[in-house]
């Protein structure tokens, strides 16, 4: 089979009998799949996943399944339409053969592919000190295992839980814990929730919110060490301050990590900030050149886009996982001219502590924000970033109806601040004040978008031509 | 567009049939001349309109533009009840909405419209068997035996009001609706003290009923509004008054347009009434497609720009007066396929009868419920229904239109 875009009836060939292949059963997978069918792929399809269940939702397992008020093995994601699929689940992809396009398994099969699809999203950064991390009561929340495991704890009634970071993830399950009349301490390196994903103004909201609803909530601190009991149960962390937080129940909550090692020395653009590829989710290789018959969709693609200054973007969205897949899955079954660009408007909620949380665009690219409706004080408000005059993201508390409209002024690139007036502007939207991210150079419990671009100010790089 | 056409649309010779008049009106989907409001008439344009912070509904932000045409619509500026919060912005519209919903609605009370339908099938059946027991079955007018009293006296036992008072808020609620009316011929000041007197009367009544409610609650919304007391606290006496006068008013002036349009539809294409009668669960979206077909609130006229806000090419200026027109933005061919046909089996209808945003029906779910109730006992019991009159009389308001009498004749009424 030879590349698409040729007039061969290669295309052809490969929509009848080709074999696709897809690496990560989850949501991104599992959408592109979904979408190939639609679009008439009637050859081959072999879905790869490593965890042993089908394609499930991992949202709730923050919310209801923390609750207690949805199980976390009915989470599985509803299906569009039947895929006819080859399904590999519980069994990792370990490797990449570009040349010979084949994917190796964990268990020592092989797969051939005409078109490979990468959708191996990210997973839970662990506790730095394994041993530590293996205490029991310790957690971390990425899979309906952990989900399960995390939601049992929890009915048990422990005296206290520990969070550790404090971004969305964070933020949840605190939520969970206080609605379940649990008493929780949260522990976060940064000077408020949220900040490296929504910055400084709207994190001091959040810190209010925490504080509001009996967590004890410690900023700008770091846990050092975790403790156990002689029978192997944490018991107690210990903080950067000299304190000591005794606690039954842990959860590390600290952003998440690429799953791209399984593709390391395969020659792939793949590595600890995702897969790069162009805006039509085609994967580069290691030499900045676009592969056309691998693809990447989700939380493990970091792509340019041309909203954002084609800065490359990785998302942890599901509604990007969504868009991304539909887009590469088109792709992939198209000639060059037939393609599409993935120009998902990054969109984002949360809920917790009974607040709606909705954000537009990226924030942290924002230097300035502007409320614009409502009212911090009350939390029930729209706010918006800007960027070098440009209005470049918006936020909502409890107020999302409006979001539709500010996405539209993120689209059509409308200047900050923004010069209109709307309904239920008070004296606080007057003007802008400093957005307040931390350096991004610092890391946080991950902001769930990360920019990814080369930065001038970056100075690690040599530049060794022809060598 | 000229001011001419806006005129015709107003003009009650044209209220049979808008549609023709609202396709020429499609043409710009953005028009104004002279003193005259902007007039949005195609769907996406309404729509995003719909959704904008910088479109307010308070009156009191539309800029004075001296000898306007059309009149004064700010009926309720000097009253003694403040505004509904149909007519506020928020965030006095939001916190006002929200109270009103926790004795109506999800998530704290999610079953109260579902569990009101056997209650409201019970009315159904008793009025339908009322049309049985005059025995005169060759002239029944539809709307004043069925689709005035239903919704009437469901809102009625909704809040709480005695049923036996209908004459009395009658005249009131007439009145308001007509203010709504922006007939260019009516003479503003007498139709501004009118409308104002009877805000006035059916305040005091209401705060009669909302004092005596005070001291003895029951489980209705009136109850419930004069003693709420959530996170917001609780509504001002004022407040009570006014939201509990809306949703008297709204919650009947238009549901009888529903009900009464779709019965004039269904009559006028036999073979869907026919479909329903054997399945009543068509019920579900003929409703929908009514409410784009025949929507009975045809335009919103009460709009006005806090900024100047450019759609469709068209630079709308801060303070000016914007009229959105539901019922046309409905049969635009841009977004609807073959739009003027009737067409319950329509898949994508994303319909702007009921509005759309913060401002969107608040008793749609129940406005929903009752006309799919009402409907198909209608075509399930009326033995060969037929119309007398076609075009039947209609009611003056072009804003809430419908028609003031429906005759039809049936052959009998089964049990
Ligand atoms: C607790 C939680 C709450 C969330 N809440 C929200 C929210 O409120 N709003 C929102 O927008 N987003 C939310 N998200 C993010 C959202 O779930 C993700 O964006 C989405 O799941 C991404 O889908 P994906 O398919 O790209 O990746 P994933 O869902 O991570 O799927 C990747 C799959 O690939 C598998 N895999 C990895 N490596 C290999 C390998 N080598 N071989 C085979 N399989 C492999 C993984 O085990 C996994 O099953 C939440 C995520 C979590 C964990």
């Known amino acids: 089979m030879t590349g698409a875009g040729t007039h061969d009836g290669s295309l052809e060939r490969l929509k009848s009998e080709g074999r696709i292949v897809v690496v990560g059963a989850s949501l991104a997978g599992l959408r592109a799949a979904e979408t190939m069918r639609d679009k008439g792929f009637t050859g081959s399809l072999t879905m790869i996943g490593d965890e042993p269940y089908e394609p499930y939702d991992r949202p709730p397992l923050s919310k209801q399944v923390l609750l207690g008020n949805a199980v976390a093995d009915h989470t599985a994601l509803p299906r569009r339409r039947a895929i006819d699929a080859d399904w590999r689940l519980g069994v990792p992809a370990t490797g990449l053969d570009m040349a010979a396009r084949r994917v190796r398994l964990g268990n020592g099969d092989e797969v051939e592919y005409d078109r490979l699809l990468i959708a191996t999203g990210v997973r839970a950064r662990p506790w730095p000190n394994p041993e530590e991390g293996a205490l029991k009561g310790v957690f971390v929340l990425r899979t309906r295992d952990d989900g399960e495991g995390l939601q049992r704890a929890l009915a048990a009634g422990p005296r206290r839980v520990l969070v550790i970071g404090a971004g969305f993830t964070g933020s949840e399950i605190a939520s969970a814990c206080r609605e379940r009349g649990l008493d929780v301490t949260v522990a976060e390196r940064g000077d408020a929730p949220l900040v490296g994903a929504l910055g400084g103004v709207i994190g001091a909201v959040a810190a209010e919110m925490h504080r509001e609803n009996g967590v004890d909530l410690r900023t700008g601190v770091m846990v050092t060490s975790l403790e156990g009991d002689p029978s192997g149960r944490v018991r107690a962390a210990h903080l950067s301050d000299g304190s000591t937080v005794e606690a039954e129940v842990v959860v590390v909550s600290l952003g998440a990590q690429r799953n791209t090692e399984w593709l390391a020395g395969s020659g792939l653009g793949a590595g600890p900030r995702g897969i790069a590829c162009d805006a039509g989710c085609r994967a580069f290789d290691v030499r900045g050149i676009v592969t056309d018959d691998i693809y990447v969709a989700g939380d493990v693609a970091r792509s340019p886009h041309a909203l954002f200054g084609y800065q490359f973007l990785s998302l942890e969205h599901w509604g990007n996982a969504v868009a991304q897949a539909d887009t590469a899955a088109h792709n992939m079954l198209s000639n060059s001219a037939d393609r599409r660009p993935h120009l998902w408007v990054p969109a984002f909620w949360s809920s ?116 | 567009m000229s001011q001419a056409l806006l005129r015709e649309i107003i003009d009650y010779a044209n209220r049979a049939n808008p549609y023709p008049l609202y396709e020429e009106l499609r043409k710009t989907p953005v028009s104004h001349d002279g003193d005259g409001p902007y007039v949005v008439s195609t769907y996406y344009e309404i729509h995003s309109l719909l959704h904008d912070p910088r479109i307010s509904s308070d009156a009191k932000n539309l800029k004075a533009t001296g000898d306007d045409l059309l009149g004064d619509q700010s009926d309720e500026e000097g009253t003694t009840l403040p505004p509904s919060f149909l007519k506020l912005d928020p965030p006095d519209h939001d916190r006002l909405r929200r109270m009103t919903n ?7 009370a999610p079953h109260r419209v579902h569990d009101m339908r056997e209650e409201l099938g019970g009315l159904v059946s008793g009025l339908i068997d009322g049309i049985r027991e005059t025995g005169q079955l060759d002239r029944i007018d539809l709307v004043d035996q069925f689709a005035y009293p239903f919704p009437v006296t469901v809102i009625c036992r909704l809040l709480g009001i005695p049923r036996e008072d209908e004459p009395r808020f009658h005249v009131w609620a007439e009145t308001l609706a007509a203010s709504l009316d922006p007939d260019p011929d009516a003479d503003p000041t007498q139709r501004g003290q009118g409308s104002m007197d009877a805000r006035m009367e059916l305040g005091m009544y209401l705060a009669g009923l909302i004092e005596e409610r005070r001291k003895n609650p029951g489980d209705d919304m009136l109850s419930q509004l004069a003693t709420a007391d959530g996170p917001d606290g609780a509504m001002t006496t004022m407040e009570a008054l006014s939201t509990s006068a809306l949703l008297l008013i709204a919650g009947h002036e238009t549901t009888v347009n529903l009900i009464t349009n779709g019965m004039l539809t269904l009559l006028r294409f036999p073979e869907v009434l026919e479909r329903l009668r054997h399945d009543p669960d068509l019920a579900v979206p003929i409703v929908e497609e009514l409410l784009r077909y025949e929507p009975p609130v045809q335009l919103l006229p009460q709009r006005t720009t806090l900024s100047d806000v450019e759609v469709a090419g068209v630079t709308i200026p801060k303070g000016a007066s914007v009229w959105l027109m539901l019922a046309s933005g409905n049969r635009d061919p841009k977004r609807f396929e073959d739009p003027d046909r009737f067409d319950p089996d329509r898949k994508d209808i994303q319909h702007l009868g009921l509005g759309s945003g913060i401002h969107s029906c608040f008793g749609a779910p129940l406005a929903r419920q009752e006309a799919q109730l009402a409907l198909s006992e209608l075509a399930r019991r009326l033995e060969n229904p037929r119309l007398l009159e076609d075009p039947p009389q209609y009611r003056q308001n072009s804003v809430l239109r419908g028609p003031r009498h429906l005759q039809i004749a049936c052959d009998g009424i089964r049990p």
């Not at chain 1, 537009?360 to 005059?389: D, H, K, N, W």
């Not at chain 1, 979001?403 to 709307?422: D, K, R, V, W």
């Not at chain 1, 920019?451 to 022809?466: I, N, V």
């Open chain 1, 352 to 467: 917790q502590f009974g607040v709606n949380i909705k954000s537009v665009g990226v924030p942290p690219m924002g230097t300035e924000i502007l409320i614009t409706q409502g009212s911090l004080a009350e939390r029930r408000f729209a706010a918006v970033y800007g960027y070098q005059g440009r209005l470049i993201a918006a936020v909502t508390f409890d107020n999302c109806r409006w979001l539709p409209f500010y996405e539209q002024q993120i689209e059509s690139t409308a200047p900050f601040p923004p010069p209109f007036s709307t309904v239920d502007r008070r004296a606080e939207g007057a003007k802008p004040l400093p957005a307040d991210f931390p350096d991004p150079s610092v890391p946080t419990h991950g902001p769930t978008i990360t920019l990814s671009g080369y930065s001038p100010a970056d100075r690690k790089m040599t530049f060794t031509p022809g060598r």
């Open chain 2, 102 to 108: 926790r004795p109506f609605g999800p998530p704290h």
